[in-house]
Structures are given as structure tokens and as C-alpha cells.
């Protein structure tokens, strides 16, 4: 659950008035009560929770800080003892392993919210608030106005902060109320220290030269009595000395796909996951593709050089080479050569149709093209048969503005036979897809048979009735 862009804007000291209101709102529905007491210069509402309780505990850990005091196991450890002895059965925990505190788009998280929102929780308990949240704001948003919004107590066994007392409450008026958005604050500080110094640390260790990459790339693997080294996988390798090998002898690079796939070549994400590799990582339709062929062509990596960090700090013969330089620097310089003689005349136009021209043969996405000689006009054609051989596909073409055409057939023929009141619907739909190309003259070729004159709904009407 993201928090509003206003609330965000808000003063932490209209947060705590909005949260007293709320606090303040509700009434006894659903088991729940209110029993009003008096302090000497303020009156406050308390709400008393039902006797049965659907308490569950929140964990998290960042990839930054792995200390044994903060595993999973340990923060589970504290939570389950603060249940037994409040006689409050854990009866789900929700674990986001991995993620920053700064970050309120975890996957546990979001769970968790998302059935506090059903109404299936009524307690949450966290090791401390920085379990919660290292972003004072939106942490404070959640404790002092999601929670209690949605009856829900919430307890930081750590800091010894349980809201059954009242974060608001006047009889301490100087304990949770200021304590808790200070600690709240100080884990927000601390988060951006800890982000610093291990961006400091990888940038040091990228300019001596040390990987600092998560994984090795295709055809390297990490040395097994240094994690910071690279070393050639024998397997792998073989795969990349071939790739290069093909594009110094002039092989285009569709022709290089297509080789690899006729050769059922795992691709970089297969073998990746055949040596082990756990996570969501985009395992695309398993063949090889243009992109992953000149992602390998162009990286410097497999001369021996590192080229890391956001300061891309560069150090030479840091791994053993699967191209020597000359014949690298060699494919670069065709790569350009082609890429100045594909200089387009005039600006490209958006392809508001990308993905979703579909090959009638092989079903595979069609690209989209520019006309012979850059002109003005568009087709979509399928490269499956130049990248998987020819029995895999008969390759189909078609004009974009053949496309165009289609849609405008097919959705003016379906509002006729349904009924006249999706006239507006079919109208807004279509101007949808077509209104980023009112303001482009070098398209208006392509929507031709719609006669586009100038963008506007109400000047659509002449060629929508004719």
C-alpha cells in the first residue's frame, strides 16, 4: 500500500493530529468499544481490543545488514517469546528477506497490508520499528494512522511500544507520542549511513579491480577460492570464443541467433539456472535473441577489463580474456559503421502498437520497420524464421497502416452490432491508441484511411459517422 504523494507532503505533526482523529472516530461495531477516561487537562478515547486476538509477526532483512542479531530466525525468536508471555499465539509470520526499509513495496509487506485491509489481522508484532520501516514518514503514516484505522494493535518488542496503550494518550505525554517518531527518524538516518558506506566500499573495491557483481557474466564463473575473482567457465566459454569468433569473421548478428538456436545452445538465464541459480530473473521464451548476442559483443568484460560502479571505474587485465582487444575493438568499429549507414532521415515515431502485432504463424511478436529509403511509412514483419531457422516460421508482413485499418474495421463493425451506446467507448478506445499521432505529420500516411486531421475528440466525428 503506497502512501499518498499529499501525505507524504504533510507535517509529522499533522500525521499525529489526523491519526488522534481517527483514533477518535470509530464505533462499537465488530466486538469493538470505547471507554472514555479523564487526565487532569485532557480527555482521550482508548479502544479495547476483542479477547481473540489473529496476531501475526512481520520480519525483514536487508541484503546490507546480515548480522546474526538481526537473522530471521532471531527476530522470529523474539517475537514468539513476546507472545508466550502475553498468551498471544503467533499465528503467521510474513518475511521479506532481502529488501530495504526504505522500501514500502515489499512483497511480505503488502501481504500483510492487504489482509489487514480484509480484516483478517488485528495485531502486528515486529522485533523494533526499524523491522517495520526506515522511512519516518511513511512508517509513522502506518503505526498512527493505517493501524488504528483498521484496529489494528501493533507492538515493537524491542522498544517496548504496544499502541493497546494509545500513541496519543495525555497520561504520558512524553513517552510514545515524541519517542517513537524520534526512533522512527534516528532508523531513517541510519539506513542512508549504512546505503554510504557500502556504496563507498564497492566503489573502492571496483577501482582496485575486485567484481563486485551479484553474478558472473555468461562465460565466467566466480573463483572458488576468491568470490571477488573471475575465471573462465569451461563450458561457457566455449559459447562466447564462438560468438566472437563468428562476428569477426563478418557473421551478422541474425545470423549468429539463428546458429545458436539451431544448435540448442542453452541461452545466458538457462545456464544460469542449470548451475543453480535461484530468483526472479526474466527467463524470456528460451531461444536466443539480437539483444542477448550483442549485449556479449559489446561488453568489455571478456577482454579482461572490469568497467563497474555508478563511477564506471575501469581496470584493465583484472581475468583471463575470452577476446584479445584488436578483434573486440574491431567489432565495435562494424557495429558503428552499420549503425551510421541505419541513420534514420527525421525523428523516429512511437510505436504504440509494440507487442501487440502478433505473427499469425508462429504467434512470436512481429518488430516493427521503417519503409525502403526512410520513408514515411511503417511494416511489421516476423524475424522468427532469420533468427530460429526457416522451419519455424513462413515470416509474415503486414503495412502499419494496414493494422491501423483492421482495428477501425473490426471495432466499428462491433459497436454497430452491440449497440449505439458504445459509441463512446469505441471512440475514446481508438483515440487512445491514436492520439499521440495527431501532432506527427510524418504519420499522418499511416492512419490515413481514417482521413486524422487534428487532434481534439469533438473533430473525430466526421471520419467516425462516414
Known amino acids: 500500500m503506497d502512501i499518498p504523494s499529499w501525505k507524504r507532503k504533510m507535517p509529522y505533526a499533522m500525521i499525529l493530529l489526523e491519526a488522534t482523529v481517527c483514533a477518535v472516530a470509530f464505533f462499537g461495531e465488530g466486538g469493538y468499544f470505547f471507554m472514555a477516561r479523564k487526565s487532569r487537562k485532557h480527555q482521550y478515547t482508548e479502544m479495547f481490543r476483542p479477547s481473540t486476538a489473529n496476531a501475526v509477526g512481520y520480519v525483514r532483512l536487508s541484503v546490507a545488514n546480515q548480522e546474526e542479531f538481526n537473522s530471521i ?7 514468539e517469546r513476546w507472545g508466550d508471555q502475553h498468551q498471544i499465539p503467533i499465528s503467521h509470520y510474513y518475511i521479506d528477506n532481502g529488501f530495504s526499509g526504505q522500501r514500502f513495496d515489499r512483497p511480505a509487506f503488502q501481504k500483510m497490508i492487504e489482509d489487514i485491509l480484509a480484516g483478517k489481522v488485528n495485531c502486528v508484532i515486529v522485533k523494533d520499528l526499524s523491522r517495520l520501516g526506515r522511512d519516518y514518514i511513511t512508517t509513522g503514516y502506518y503505526i498512527e494512522v493505517i493501524f488504528p484505522a483498521n484496529g489494528v494493535r501493533f507492538v515493537s518488542v524491542n522498544d517496548q511500544f504496544d499502541t493497546i496503550d494509545g500513541i496519543t494518550n495525555q497520561e504520558h505525554p512524553y513517552s510514545s507520542r515524541i519517542r517513537v517518531p524520534i526512533i522512527n527518524a534516528f532508523n531513517e538516518q541510519t539506513s542512508i549511513e549504512i546505503k554510504k558506506k557500502v556504496e563507498a566500499t564497492l566503489d573502492m573495491k571496483a577501482q582496485q579491480g575486485t567484481f563486485i557483481g551479484p553474478r558472473a557474466p555468461f562465460g565466467y564463473q566466480k573463483s572458488e577460492s576468491n568470490h571477488d575473482k573471475l575465471i573462465p567457465d569451461p563450458k561457457a566459454a566455449i559459447v562466447v570464443r ?3 569468433e563468428l562476428a569477426a569473421n563478418g557473421t551478422g548478428m541474425t545470423a549468429i ?8 545452445i542453452p541461452t545466458p538465464i ?9 530468483g526472479n530473473y526474466d527467463d524470456g521464451n528460451g531461444d536466443w535473441n539480437s539483444r542477448s548476442v550483442k549485449y556479449i559483443l ?15 571505474r575501469a581496470v584493465a587485465a583484472t581475468h583471463e580474456p575470452l577476446v584479445d582487444t584488436d578483434t573486440f575493438d574491431a567489432i565495435q568499429r562494424s557495429f558503428q559503421a552499420k549503425a551510421f549507414n541505419l541513420t534514420t532521415k527525421g ?5 504504440v502498437l509494440k507487442g501487440k502485432v502478433i505473427c499469425g504463424c508462429c504467434s512470436g511478436k512481429m518488430q516493427r520497420k521503417r519503409g525502403t529509403n526512410h520513408a514515411d511509412w511503417y511494416f511489421f514483419t516476423c524475424i522468427t ?3 530460429l531457422g526457416v522451419g519455424k516460421c513462413t515470416g509474415m508482413y503486414v503495412r502499419e497502416e494496414d493494422v491501423f485499418h483492421a482495428i477501425y474495421h473490426q471495432l466499428k463493425l462491433y459497436v454497430n452490432e452491440h449497440s449505439p451506446e458504445l459509441t463512446q467507448v469505441w471512440l475514446t478506445v481508438f483515440l487512445w491508441i491514436l492520439m499521440s499521432y495527431a501532432e506527427q505529420p510524418q504519420l499522418q500516411r499511416s492512419v490515413s484511411p481514417i482521413r486524422l486531421q487534428t487532434p481534439g475528440l469533438w473533430r473525430w466525428k466526421n471520419w467516425f459517422t462516414s
Open 347 to 351: 525523428q523516429s515515431t512511437e510505436n
Open 257 to 264: 541467433v539463428r546458429y545458436l538456436n539451431e544448435k540448442n
Open 73 to 79: 530466525q532471531n527476530q522470529k525468536f523474539i517475537i
Open 242 to 244: 564462438k560468438i566472437f
Open 385 to 387: 524464421k532469420n533468427r
Open 298 to 312: 559489446t561488453n568489455r568484460t571478456y577482454t579482461g577489463m572490469l568497467i563497474q560502479g555508478k563511477e564506471k
Open 270 to 278: 538457462q545456464y544460469a539456472r542449470s548451475k543453480g541459480l535461484a
